[in-house]
């Protein structure tokens, strides 16, 4: 009878403390943050009042279409993501669990970040200005070009703002629009010599851009299978390497002949 007694009794008492241990696990904070498809802008015309791609010393050409650079918004670095949090996120389609450090450098304040993804534009914007004059042979021309975009930082827009100065200065070198007059959309780095470099979130990215407008996707090519995972219905992928290979795949399905890469 004691035998009895005391087994269930054990058990009663010890649920009380496995309870406390899954709620303290669902609201515990945890290394992660939580995303989601954030703003898109043309980069082609402007943002917040402002055009986005300023030329001096050349003359720039009147453009159709669209050219949107495209982000993912984060939980800011210090809130705290629980257990149910990320559940409820792992199973969403427009929503990703990354871990904070891929978002945020770890061990910087909220401060530190944003100075940090500032510079990392700038650095952008001044490679994206230097691929694009010497794509065109205009470095030493006398040519300068302003970049502005309001409350964005990090690097992954280099891509979209190349192909805006090219498509501004030059089109597709036959009098037509890269764009072809479509909605076109992307991600991707930029370095000075053209290469075009893997960023992070573009399956939420291309939701961003279909959402928007866009029919048409430019990514790096070795997040081919990420940008497919959850591909919106009506977009276009382009895989794409490099500066050239991006400009090349545009002017391609523009005017309907060659070959145009896809994922």
Partial sequence: MLSRLTRPQALAVCALPAAALVATAVFAPLPFSLAQPGMTADVLGQNKGTAVITVSGAPTRRTSGQLRMTTIEATNPDTHVSLGQ??????????????????????????????HNTEQMKQSQDAATEAALDYLHMNDKGVKVTLRLADVGGPSAGLLFTLGIIDKLHGDGSGGDLTGGRTVAGTGTIAADGTVGAV????????????????????????????????????RLIPVTTLKGAVNALTALRKGTGAVPAC
């Fill in 86 to 115: 990320v559940i409820d996120a792992w199973f969403a389609t427009d929503r990703a669990v990354m871990p904070r450090d891929s978002v945020y450098p770890s061990g910087e304040s909220t401060e530190e970040i944003q100075k």
């Fill in 200 to 235: 992070g979130g573009v399956a939420l990215k291309t939701q961003a851009a279909r959402r928007d407008g866009a029919t048409v996707f430019l990514v790096p090519k070795a997040e081919c299978s990420d940008a497919r995972a959850q591909l919106p219905k009506g977009l």
